[in-house]
């Protein structure tokens, strides 16, 4: 971490210690400084090329697409911006559904179908996912929502799907697998190759949610072999409000309908005033986290390994959820989900607030509407137990002290709320 970097203050001058990385991540400085000049002194529109401020500005976009393209194992010209990951997979689905409607032939195996078509998701999926599908449930496409694996056994790991059942739901109708890569709550790994092989085995097109893993893996979209995958700049230390969306045009192209029309950017994909300072901040992210990988995979893993052996030091009755610590190739290096046993999560949430630590409940809560996490009741966990859940996600900038204050404060505010 560059010496010049230092934590944030929180209320009242408190140190934060942000353990909340799956919701978002720190503005790399060096992307900062990247942005800046898009900001100030450079503020050309990328579309108004009759200029030398245009031009630039587009010659900038086109670099951060290089750089993109890069990091993900993809040509430049296969790179959408967008807003960021929602609205990619928005982009990704409702696209998709609406050219197989418009061509007419929706069915995995070439077969021509009626104007809608069948969908295959899994029930742990970011509701970026989960609600435009949804909305073509609604128009009256056939969706599957795949359950995962409860227990780990030799043919299954907790949270994944398994492949025999995917196989299992296709139909001569079905045009889109939306599956992610990595979880942004128990940060389990599907086996994306697998799972690729068959959609493409029965002519399906395959879209992965990529947003949690550049950074924190490796990520080649042909290694994958994905059709369609997100991106959201603020999941690797880039700025918000800025995505992408991979869209493959090498070996098999892919073709996918608009949701946003106007002005015919990005090849007519993604119409609007492109976000030359965010696009240009996201490019560079994408370089920093493909360089810095390696090393941070390993720093990260071991800082969260050492949260988790602490907080069972410190507390008992404390358990994982979700899928073992110990393969990479199974869980981001960077998460950590337990239960601690009789405490609510939002609760203990509460007695951190003048501690200045930044960690999410188990629960996706509102006041009006609180309901535990699907991601956990999919699992398996009861609605006390996925109320009882912390989700803690490590980044480049956890250091160790924060994780042994972080433990400390926990321990207190459990100690507090049993007592």
């Known amino acids: 971490m560059p010496a010049d970097i230092r934590r944030p203050i929180g209320e009242c001058g408190a140190v934060a210690i942000y ?39 587009r010659e900038a976009v086109e670099h951060a697409r290089e750089l993109m393209a890069a990091a993900i194992g ?13 609205e990619s997979a928005n982009l990704a689905i409702l696209g998709s559904a609406s050219r197989a409607c418009a061509t007419g032939v929706t069915g995995g195996f070439g077969q021509p179908t009626q104007m809608q078509g069948h969908v295959i998701t899994v029930a742990t999926e970011h509701h970026a996912v989960l609600d435009p599908i949804e909305h073509l449930e609604r128009l009256g496409h056939a969706v ?48 994306i190759p697998a799972i690729a092989a068959c959609v493409h085995a029965r002519g399906g097109l395959l879209h ?24 959201s700049s603020h999941k690797f230390h880039g700025p918000q ?62 800082m969260r390994d050492d949260l988790w052996r602490l907080l069972r030091e410190r507390i008992d009755t404390i358990s994982l959820n979700g899928p073992a610590l110990d393969d990479l190739g199974v869980r981001l290096p960077n998460n950590l989900n ?37 991601v956990l009741r999919a699992i398996g966990l009861n609605d006390d137990e996925a109320r009882a859940s912390l989700r803690f996600g490590l980044s480049r900038f956890t250091t160790r002290e924060e994780i042994v204050e972080a433990v400390a404060v926990i321990a207190a505010g459990v100690a507090r709320l049993r007592g």
């Open 74 to 86: 993809a040509s430049p010209r296969e790179i959408v911006f967008t807003s960021g990951a929602t």
């Open 144 to 191: 599957t929502r795949l359950p995962v694996v409860l227990q780990a056994d030799a043919a299954g790991v907790v949270g994944r799907i398994r492949v025999p059942d995917l196989e299992a739901c296709f139909r001569c109708d079905t045009f889109l697998v939306a599956i992610m890569l990595a979880n942004n709550e128990i940060g389990v790994v599907q086996d």
């Open 241 to 302: 409000g800025v995505g992408a969306l991979y869209v493959r045009r090498q070996k098999r192209a892919v073709r996918i309908d608009p949701i946003v029309f106007g002005g015919g950017q990005e090849r007519g994909l993604r119409s609007g005033t492109l976000n030359v300072s965010g696009i240009v901040g996201m490019g560079e992210a994408a370089r920093l986290a493909s360089e810095n990988l390696q090393h941070e995979i390993v720093q990260v893993r071991a």
């Open 208 to 231: 992965v949610d990529c947003a949690q893993a550049i950074g924190r893996m490796p990520v080649s979209v042909n290694d994958l072999s994905a059709d369609l995958a997100s991106f």
């Open 338 to 374: 337990v239960q601690v046993a009789g405490v609510d999560g939002h609760s203990l949430l509460a007695t951190f607030a003048g501690a200045g630590l930044a960690v999410s409940s188990g629960s996706a809560c509102s006041s009006e509407n609180p309901r535990p996490s699907h």
């Open 19 to 57: 353990l909340d990385n799956h919701s978002t991540t720190r503005l790399d400085p060096r992307v900062l400084d990247a942005m800046l000049p898009w900001l100030t002194d450079h503020y050309g529109n990328a579309g108004s090329v009759t200029h030398e401020m245009g031009r630039e500005a």
